[in-house]
């Protein structure tokens, strides 16, 4: 049976933890706490109700993939009695770069020398996350888009150590996953949030100088450039502190100013208006 680890039981944990499980693969679904993990299972329970009741899935299928989902803690991954047996670990936590390399750490000490370590990060540096590892050469980006279950892309991001090897398997996976991937080079925000990204930040600005209503804005781009979600919409989505991360990982790492966050957007973040997940941001939910 092949086994994966996704470390992060969030948002974009749960959408690859169902993905994986629909692919037949046996899933650890960790996070800092069991019952942050255990909770996470039961999101993902009622979105495959949800499948079923739209007859998108089989009630059978449905249970088969949900017993393939086994809630775990981080500190504990390394003793369960699959751990042995992870080829891969998919890392979909905060996006701090320190955070990020203590778990790297963490699991580089704990599991398989085999085991490919991969960060579903949006801007950080796999380079960077592989430099606390003793197997840089195992150390790779899958950067899924959200929402996971609905979205056919996964950028694929090497570093300067990554191996042929652990290119050549990832691109197995992303396939064996159902999606299609693309290559990026590990630079701030790779290839969709260095393009995307800025939008959406500049959507923000377009809010604060008074161009149009967050409803206008969105309805405008999505009528005058044909895209399904308007940019303050996908902003919410997406969720606002991660908008804010990448605009400053952006800025911070390219020093130009045109990356730099929109104060409103800085505003909303600091009321806690994050966005859908909160049930308020540019839009309310």
């Known amino acids: 049976m092949k086994i994966l680890a996704v470390i992060g039981a969030g948002q974009m944990g749960q959408g690859i933890a169902q993905v994986a499980a629909r692919a037949g693969f046996q899933v650890l679904l960790a996070d800092a706490d069991l019952t942050l993990a255990t909770s996470a299972k039961r999101v993902i329970e009622r979105a495959?109700?949800?499948?079923?009741?739209r007859e998108k899935i089989g009630a059978d299928e449905a249970r088969a993939?949900?017993?393939?989902?086994?809630?775990?803690?981080?500190?504990?991954?390394?003793?369960?009695?699959?751990a042995g047996?992870?080829?891969?670990?998919?890392?979909?936590?905060?996006?701090?770069?320190?955070?990020k390399q203590q778990l790297f750490a963490q699991l580089d000490a704990s599991l398989p020398a085999r085991t490919v370590l991969a960060s579903?990060?949006?801007?950080?540096?796999?380079?960077?996350?592989?430099?606390?590892t003793k197997r840089p050469d195992r150390v790779i980006g899958m950067h899924f888009m959200n929402p996971v279950?609905?979205?056919?892309?996964?950028?694929?991001?090497r570093g300067l150590a990554t191996s042929d090897a652990t290119l050549v398997?990832?691109?197995?996976?992303?396939?064996?996953?159902?999606?299609?991937?693309?290559?990026?080079?590990?630079?701030?925000?790779?290839?969709?949030?260095?393009?995307?990204?800025?939008?959406?930040?500049e959507a923000v600005f377009a809010l604060e100088s008074a161009l149009g209503t967050a409803e206008d804005i969105d309805l405008a781009m999505k009528l005058g450039t044909h895209q399904p979600m308007g940019p303050l919409a996908l902003a919410d989505l997406i969720g606002l502190d991660t908008v804010l991360a990448i605009c400053e990982s952006l800025h911070r790492e390219l020093g130009d100013d045109k990356y730099?966050?929109?104060?409103?957007?800085?505003?909303?973040?600091?009321?806690?208006?994050?966005?859908?997940?909160?049930?308020?941001?540019?839009?309310?939910?």
């Open 65 to 82: 993939l949900l017993d393939r989902i086994e809630p775990s803690d981080t500190a504990r991954l390394a003793g369960d009695r699959l």
């Open 48 to 53: 495959v109700a949800r499948q079923v009741e």
């Open 260 to 285: 730099r966050p929109a104060p409103l957007l800085r505003r909303y973040v600091a009321a806690g208006w994050l966005g859908k997940k909160t049930g308020r941001g540019f839009h309310s939910y």
């Open 120 to 132: 579903n990060t949006s801007s950080v540096s796999i380079t960077a996350l592989g430099s606390v």
């Open 169 to 201: 398997q990832t691109r197995a996976l992303a396939e064996l996953l159902g999606k299609r991937s693309v290559l990026a080079s590990d630079s701030p925000g790779f290839i969709v949030n260095r393009i995307l990204v800025p939008m959406l930040n």
């Open 85 to 99: 047996e992870i080829d891969f670990a998919i890392e979909a936590i905060p996006e701090r770069l320190a955070l």
């Open 149 to 157: 279950p609905v979205m056919e892309l996964v950028e694929i991001v």
